[in-house]
Structure formats: structure tokens, C-alpha cells
């Protein structure tokens, strides 16, 4: 059974941090793009950050360059996202997303485009 299961999520206050994990089952997530979105009460899902499969590229959203850091271990099929400084507007579902495309030398940032499959998502609060 195809499977990505996030875990991680919390409440925080300002300043803190997080570590979101992301692991497959079912395939092999080496093979695979890995998108890291959230989506927020009201708003679009949107792509925080990504990772290629094809040379370990990666993408951040501006809003959070320089606080947040993907990394993947193909060895343990999962993709983390350190998440520090987390900020009031960081607050969301948070989701992982797979997306089978070796064809492409950098990962996607459309949610509505490629992405195969999808975890369940993590909630993320930040509050004080």
C-alpha cells in the first residue's frame, strides 16, 4: 500500500521550532520529488519547500528562506523539514507530497500539478 505519513506537528509559540518528518511506504521515495505545502483557514494550499530527486536541488518559499531546511534520507525513506523562527503566519496543515517526474531536473512547486501522492497532513500552530 502506497503511504506518506507526516508527523511532527505542534503547537509552538514565536521563536520555536519544529521538525516535520515525512516517510513513504509502499515506494521507493528516492525515485521521487518531495514537496513540503500548507494550507492555512481561507487560503490556497501552497508549496513551502521541495526537493529534487534528480540532483538534491531544493526550493523555499521567500516567507520562509533562511528558517526552514528539507533534507531527505533515502536510506530511511523519509524527508524532514526543520521549520525554526516560526512565525504566526507559519500556522497551517502542513502536507507531503510525492511527485514521480525523472524527467524534470528540479522539483515542481503546483500542488495541482504531478504530485502522485499525498500524506494526511500535520497541524502547525504558532501562538503566543
Known amino acids: 500500500q502506497v503511504q506518506l505519513v507526516e508527523s511532527g506537528g505542534d503547537s509552538v509559540q514565536p521563536g520555536g521550532s519544529l521538525q516535520l518528518s515525512c516517510v513513504a511506504s509502499?515506494?521507493?521515495?528516492?525515485?521521487?520529488?518531495i514537496g513540503w505545502f500548507r494550507q492555512a483557514p481561507g487560503k490556497e494550499r501552497e508549496a513551502v519547500s521541495c526537493i529534487s530527486s534528480s540532483d538534491g536541488s531544493k526550493y523555499y518559499h521567500y516567507s520562509v528562506q533562511g528558517r526552514f531546511t528539507i533534507s531527505r534520507d533515502n536510506a530511511k525513506n523519509t524527508v524532514t523539514l526543520q521549520m525554526d523562527s516560526l512565525k504566526p503566519d507559519d500556522t497551517a496543515i502542513y502536507y507531503c507530497a510525492a511527485d514521480f517526474a525523472p524527467y524534470l531536473q528540479t522539483c515542481r512547486t503546483n500542488p495541482s500539478v504531478g504530485y502522485n501522492y499525498w500524506g494526511q497532513g500535520t497541524q502547525v500552530t504558532v501562538s503566543s
Open positions: 509502499g515506494f521507493t521515495l528516492d525515485d521521487y520529488h
